[in-house]
Every structure is written in structure tokens, then in C-alpha cells.
T-cell receptor
């Protein structure tokens, strides 16, 4: 079955700097890769997703890149702000409707 | 106001008792999911349902049961057979077309 690894597990950056979180997956059939942000005591919320027919996607300060050959994808947050502090999860699935396998999460702290 | 609700937010039970967690959505989503989250860990899939009256086991279904009698509702029962039930439980729903999973606020279950 699918296995998703995520690094680093914790990340601290200065406000205004960039943050990068990397994930790898094992199942070559996976073609949907969402990223979720979870604030303390709340449910995760989708922040961006990418499908296998696209190599990069950007939404304001957030971007995701996908390398299907190497089976890895990354989240890039530029100009970080304190409100970006949260736990971020990457995930993978064969289709967006199937069961989604989540990575273990990255706790991001943005220091003012 | 559309959304996905879980109740209660906190639940306390004695060991050996079954307990049912509620999940309701008014988003008209076909698919619903239950995840378990332990401290510092990612989301692990317990059960999911893509259509009414049908559901599939996820990766950690042992000790849990579900039903999907209505499109809007997907209750999870944590049985006394679940060896370590104390955790944060998250319910989610999605459409076939969009794929994004919408999460509820979660229920924190403590069994003593």
C-alpha cells in the first residue's frame, strides 16, 4: 500500500523567511497530492493540491512542486508570517475520491 | 451555513464501554471518512464510505464500527475491543468531482 514520508518533523523560521517541507511517496499509481494545514485543536484544512499532470502550482505565498519520476513533492511558503505557524500534512492518493494516505506532519513555527 | 459537525468536542468514558461519535454534514457530499490522530502523529484512516449503505475498512479498523444509513451522517462506534481508544477523532467528507476533504472540528475521546 501507499506510504508517505515527510521531512522535517519540526521547522522554525524567522518571519519573512521561506519554509520548505518535503514529502516522498511509494505508490507510483498515486496522482493526487493535497497539502493540509492544522491549527491547534482544529481539523485540518486544505491549502493547496496538485495532480500528476502538473509539475508546479502556486497560490499567492504558497507553491507546491511535484516530481513524479522521483516520487517526491514539496510545499514552499514564502514571506512567512506568524499566522503560518501550524502543523502541515502532505498526502497522496490514486484519485481525489479514494482513501488518502497522510504523512506524519511538520510542525512549523514562525518566529516574529 | 454549510459544513461538517462533530459532537461532542470532548468525551470521557470508562474502559469497557462502547461509545459512539457523531459526524453530520450538510454539504451534500457523497464520501465520508473517519481518521484517528495521536499526539505528534499524522492522520490514520479508520473507515470510509463513498456511498450510502456502503463502507470500507481503512488501515486501523479493528475495534471500530460504522454505519452509513443516511448521506448526511456517518457515526463511528469505538468498541471495548479497541485496545487504546484515547485519541483525537476527525471526520471528513468530500465530493467525487472536487476531491478536497472537508474536516470537522474533531472529538477528543479519553477512556480511563
Amino acid at each position: 500500500g501507499e506510504n508517505v514520508e515527510q521531512h522535517p518533523s519540526t521547522l522554525s523560521v524567522q518571519e519573512g523567511d521561506s519554509a520548505v517541507i518535503k514529502c516522498t511517496y511509494s505508490d507510483s499509481a498515486s496522482n493526487y497530492f493535497p497539502w493540509y494545514k492544522q491549527e491547534l485543536g482544529k481539523g485540518p484544512q486544505l491549502i493547496i493540491d496538485i495532480r500528476s499532470n502538473v509539475g508546479e502550482k502556486k497560490d499567492q505565498r504558497i507553491a507546491v512542486t511535484l516530481n513524479k519520476t522521483a516520487k517526491h513533492f514539496s510545499l514552499h511558503i514564502t514571506e512567512t508570517q506568524p499566522e503560518d505557524s501550524a502543523v502541515y500534512f502532505c498526502a497522496a492518493s490514486e484519485t481525489s475520491y479514494d482513501k488518502v494516505i497522510f504523512g506524519p506532519g511538520t510542525s512549523l513555527s514562525v518566529i516574529p | 451555513d454549510g459544513g461538517i459537525t462533530q459532537s461532542p468536542k470532548y468525551l470521557f468514558r470508562k474502559e469497557g464501554q462502547n461509545v459512539t461519535l457523531s459526524c453530520e454534514q450538510n454539504l451534500n457530499h457523497d464520501a465520508m471518512y473517519w481518521y484517528r490522530q495521536d499526539p505528534g502523529q499524522g492522520l490514520r484512516l479508520i473507515y470510509y464510505s463513498q456511498i450510502v449503505n456502503d463502507f470500507q475498512k481503512g488501515d486501523i479498523a479493528e475495534g471500530y464500527s460504522v454505519s452509513r444509513e443516511k448521506k448526511e451522517s456517518f457515526p463511528l462506534t469505538v468498541t471495548s475491543a479497541q485496545k487504546n481508544p484515547t485519541a483525537f477523532y476527525l471526520c471528513a467528507s468530500s465530493t467525487r468531482r472536487a476531491g478536497e476533504q472537508y474536516f470537522g472540528p474533531g472529538t477528543r475521546l479519553t477512556v480511563t
